[in-house]
């Protein structure tokens, strides 16, 4: 068959109005999740303001070979500069042995553990997404479905922090609120692995109920349980 020259042309006017439509799809899609995320991270503002009105207890267990090393209470609230105050309730830490040098060890251990956890807890805290544009990158390379039937959105990404890692974020859609959060990632050379829950008070608050950290080489786990929220103003 020959083909003439308005057949090109229609062929070469149906190809761009493909890549035409799928620019505009792209852009669309684009536009919707940088939406998203300006609402996601609105939201946390929000929430954040919530919280600075709010003391509650906050517990800690740190477990190495499935034995409890360390479970402390503190009360923890927001000072008037808007920093995180601590004021510990009950410490149950595993007792330092007698004699001068095994103390003198035991306690270069544990501010070896202190250290450490400190740098955890640095690389696990950024996988909040604590801005709108850390939400937007996510978003860009995520998988997203829902909402569910529980009204949920379920966004699953890899290499977000560090190569190799993931993370999977469960948001209300309505309320753009987290309810879970579930991130595998390595710290010095060991698996991490990170499962937090949220609940929301009846006045809106949104808090992390409970997390666990789990780090399987080191046979460690840390378990941090949020509660007793008052409101102080």
Known sequence: MKITGRMLAAVMAGTFAIGWSQTVLAQSQLATQANMAVQITEARKANALLMHQYTWNQRT?????????DNRIEMVNYGPAGQLQRSLLNDQSAPLPRGFLRRDIAEQKKQEMEQYLTGLRTLLDQYTLPTAGKVL??????????????????MTGNNVIVPADSLSVWTQAATKQTRKIQANTFYQGNVVQLTATFNTLPSGLNYMA???????????????????YNRSN
């Open 137 to 154: 990158d996510f978003m860009n390379q995520a998988v997203t479905t829902g909402p569910d039937a529980s009204g949920l959105i379920v």
């Open 210 to 228: 409970y997390a666990e950290v789990t780090i399987p080489g080191k046979q460690m786990s840390i378990q941090v349980q949020n509660f007793d």
């Open 61 to 69: 267990e740190l477990l190495e070979n499935g034995e409890i090393k």
